[in-house]
């Protein structure tokens, strides 16, 4: 089957320091991909050039017929780019002063350009898929870790997006609320959504991913299906890495 999403050649660099020295990757559609590594290897940075959070300096990102090249685009297909993936953050990056429902219909009037109506049903479908139908009015200073990472990812899941990003969704969180963001990720994991996962729960990860990336120094060093990345890695960074994480 041929990629829903492709990279190609994806190089980033802040200054002199080359953080992603040629990222290859392709997608097959409903293909659910984690990224596992060692802390400052370009994880978070990879996810964000695919949303062009950060701006890549060299390379390829095709999403469907969109085609994005770093060299070349222009603020039309930036927006196309962004429409197509949902971004889920660490920090939630909630927008403090808006409700929980103002926050998912946030990303739908702007970056969709939906009008209010039509986006304050959708918000209001996501919030109870997400578990929150009763909490639509609150602010996220008033609700849990869980439920405004909850509400993180409801802003991307209302995009419907083409590509759903996570950046570790779950590593800002006391322990208390992680199992309930993880049993989300997962239940639209089972939906067969397109995503990329950075995480360091390693059992989530084998749980729910059809292969795992594991990066380090800004490449792709190996990858595979989690048993043959979990049961028998290749690299000896890839072994190095599972032992102290383990
Ligand atoms: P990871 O998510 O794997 O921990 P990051 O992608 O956050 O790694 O960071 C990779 C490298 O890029 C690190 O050395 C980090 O310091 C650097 N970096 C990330 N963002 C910036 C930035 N905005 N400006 C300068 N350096 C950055
Ligand atoms: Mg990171």
Redesign the pocket.
Known sequence: MSCEIEVDGLIKR??T?T?LNGIDLCLKPGERVAII??????????L?CLNWL?RPDEGRIVIGDLQVDAAKAGKSQILALRRRTGFVFQNYALFANKTARENIMEGLTTVRGWPKDKALARADKILSQIGLGDRGDSYPSGMSGGQQQRVGIGRAMALDADLMLF?EPTSALDPEWVGEVLDLIRAIADGRQTMLI?THEMQFAREIADRIVF?EG?RIVEQGPPDQIFGNPQDDRTRSFLRRVG
């Open positions: 802040f200054g320091n953080v590594g060692p802390s400052g290897t370009g994880k978070s940075t990879l964000r950060d950046d950075v990066m800004g």
